[in-house]
């Protein structure tokens, strides 16, 4: 599957999305037309089919064509994953082929496993628990039909899938970003907002959580990559493929205990590779729209996107010493 899938996605990345960049930059949303060429080419499913390996390389061609576009299907997969292990009678029967067929589209609210106390709590009522609490930053509203959402009931993380839908229980607020406006990121808020047993994908102790997050911190680390791709190729610089290639091969191989370190080695790289792309590209790029001012703008949303305090700590230790 690997060489096809990211010979396609190259090609979708160089014919469709990297043309499209800058607009949709300046657009409030991801095109629909964008989404719908990815679910109908068999993207949607990637998570229940390829390798870590292989959804990794192809989260990292997309993101080179369209860092927003990735970036928004990209939230889709951990509700495939999570659809495709429940044991949950009935659940991967009525929520399974429409997310792997894009049918349904997912995002993710992380608020209940971020370190530190609940942002999002969990209380157990008859048929299910609710909600009360906020989820700082969930991408895609409005693109969505399903939000998996984690959030601590005492010590046990609950996922469980919650429509996406505004109401006395559950209100927004668009959050400003400097990059990758289109893909429409908001606050979430929740008072006791109600969500039956039926939907709850998983429950885990929040004490095993930290390794299964450092497990999975790989995927994040190729929108990085994307945007260090896209540099390479407008630039020509052959010393900066290398560094991709080794970074790439760092995450690769990472075991969890390295994997905040690596992590932080590609947001860094994709500060330099901006940094190279500008200073090649001359007075040229500060120009607002600009694919360099652009791409400046979004490796520095990457140096905050999907952080831990671990990688907060190895950039600050590059950057300031």
Do not use: K
């Amino acid at each position: 599957m690997q060489p096809t899938i990211t010979r396609r996605a190259r090609e979708l990345a160089e014919d469709v999305l990297w043309p499209a960049a800058a607009e949709v930059d300046r657009a409030d949303r991801i095109p629909p037309s964008q989404l719908d060429l990815l679910a109908a080419e068999g993207f949607y499913g990637l998570a229940a089919e390829a390798s870590p390996e292989q959804l990794a390389r192809v989260v990292e061609v997309l993101a080179s064509g369209c860092l927003a576009t990735a970036f928004v299907w990209l939230q889709h997969h951990g509700a495939v994953r999570a659809v495709a292990a429940s044991a949950r009678p009935g659940l991967r029967e009525e929520w399974l082929p429409a997310l792997r067929e894009g049918r349904r589209r997912a995002g993710v609210a992380q608020a209940g496993v971020l370190p530190g106390p609940a942002r999002l709590r969990a209380r157990r009522v008859a048929g299910g628990y609710l909600l009360t609490g906020e989820a700082p930053w969930v991408t895609g509203w409005d693109m969505i039909n399903v939000l998996h959402t984690a959030a601590r009931d005492d010590e046990t993380v609950i996922w469980a899938l919650l429509d996406p839908v505004t109401g006395p229980t559950l209100r927004v607020e668009p959050l400003d970003l400097v990059a990758v406006a289109a893909s429409r990121t908001v606050l979430v808020r929740l008072a006791d907002h109600f969500v039956p047993d039926e939907r709850v994908t998983m429950t885990v102790p929040f004490a095993d959580w930290p390794a299964r997050d450092a497990a999975g911190l790989r995927g994040n680390g190729s929108l990085a990559l994307g945007v260090v791709d896209r540099c390479v190729r407008l630039t020509g610089s052959e010393a900066l493929g290398r560094d991709l290639e080794q970074c790439r091969a760092a995450l690769d191989t990472g075991s969890p205990e390295v994997m905040p370190q690596r992590r932080a080695a590609a947001s860094a790289l994709a500060i330099r590779a901006t940094a190279a792309l500008a200073v090649t590209t001359g007075s040229g790029a500060v120009l607002r729209g600009s694919h360099p001012e652009r791409l400046a703008r979004e490796a520095l949303f990457l140096q905050v996107f999907g952080s831990r305090p671990a990688i907060r700590s190895a950039l600050l230790s590059g950057y300031a010493g």
